[in-house]
């Protein structure tokens, strides 16, 4: 790869996501994959150099994180030096750009001062990048854990929240995703037989499991192990499901385990929705604003679209990339955002 390549990185509690952009702005190499920070540095270390073996060239690197969250850690900012200080010990200092939201590019020096600012920043970087092109539009992405939901009015992010908690209250920032979230924090009960059954309190299955059912799940989403570190079959996943009724796979044909399926699917979805009305009812965003969406859950982001009347724009298609990555350009938004913002910041000063 050339030497101004600009390698973004959005270091995540449960996966590491990096994206390569060219000087010209285009996306040209994407990359996701599992990363358990709360098992220990060591698998931040693997992925940050399995990334760096695919690419060796870049002459940047820019950051940004959700992985000071995990318990590994004492609090954030322990977390976010943690992250910086690992991320170090691959590549240098000198060559390594942190975002900061807002406040545009950290030094790492800056950043382990200022660790607030850095703090799971991820989504501004995305939602900065969608404002650059689409002025009026509500942004959300939906990954294999969170959901982000983000209003921008002319040009700018019309929030409310800037840090996690401010978000949660606000609904800005939802903890639903499409791949790692418990079936017990879906639903209060679920139909089935005839009957409402509460489910078990159990980290039996997860949403994974849900959209395998529902045949929606995209290949390569789900790349941790399973609740209970069996296979990922559409059987395997009806069994785990069964479980959380207490009751075995055998007990009732395969349909009735898709319909259980199809039925946490449209509870996940109604959260959503809820969120984002919630959210467009005091962001003032234009009917005909689209909603622009992100992450490896955009399945479920069309059908928000198409619920609330609005036009679908997907992220990719706001940035510039080769054939073959647009798809993963999207679910790595943050990744992708940061390497365009710092290729531009960079383009600025040549």
């Not at 270091?11 to 990363?35: T, Y």
Request: with cysteine; proline share 5%.
């Amino acid at each position: 790869m050339s030497s101004e390549i600009v390698l973004g990185w959005d270091l995540g509690g449960a996966h590491l996501k990096a994206a390569a952009v060219a000087r010209s702005g285009k996306v040209v190499w994407v990359r996701q994959l599992p990363c358990p920070l709360w098992l220990g540095l060591e698998h931040l270390d693997r992925a940050v150099a399995s990334v760096l073996e695919d690419q060796p060239g870049a002459s940047r690197h820019a950051v940004t994180m959700t992985g000071e969250l995990t318990d590994l850690f004492r609090n954030r900012a322990q977390g976010v030096t943690g992250i910086l200080s690992c991320f170090g010990r691959h590549v240098p200092a000198r060559h390594t750009l942190v975002y900061a939201g807002e406040s545009g590019f950290f030094t790492p020096q800056r950043a382990a001062r200022n660790t607030e600012a850095i703090a799971s920043a991820n989504w501004a970087a995305s939602a900065q990048l969608v404002a650059s092109h689409v002025p009026d539009a509500l942004f959300v992405d939906i990954g294999s854990t969170t959901t982000d939901i983000v209003p921008i009015r002319d040009g700018k992010l019309a929030v409310r929240g800037h840090n996690d908690y401010e978000r949660l209250a606000c609904e800005e920032l939802v903890y639903t995703g499409i791949v790692r979230t418990p079936v017990m924090a879906l639903a209060e009960r679920i139909p089935f037989e005839g009957n409402w059954i509460v489910p078990m309190a159990e980290y039996f299955a997860t949403a994974a499991d849900i959209y395998r059912l529902t045949g929606e799940l995209p290949e390569g989403a789900d790349q941790l192990p399973a609740a209970d570190n069996g296979g990922k079959t559409v059987l395997d996943s009806a069994r785990r499901l069964a479980r959380m009724l207490g009751r075995d796979i055998e007990s009732a044909p395969l349909s009735a385990w898709r319909q259980c399926a199809r039925y946490l699917a449209e509870l996940q979805l109604w959260k959503i929705r809820q969120a984002c009305d919630r959210v467009l009812s005091r962001a003032d965003i234009a009917e005909r604003s689209p909603l622009v969406g992100a992450g490896v859950g955009r399945f479920l982001i069309r059908k928000l679209a198409a619920q609330l009347g609005r036009r679908y724009r997907d992220f990719d298609g706001l940035v510039d990339t080769v054939p073959d990555v647009a798809s993963w350009a999207s679910s790595c938004a943050p990744a992708v955002a940061v390497a365009v913002l710092a290729q531009a910041r960079l383009r600025k000063r040549r």
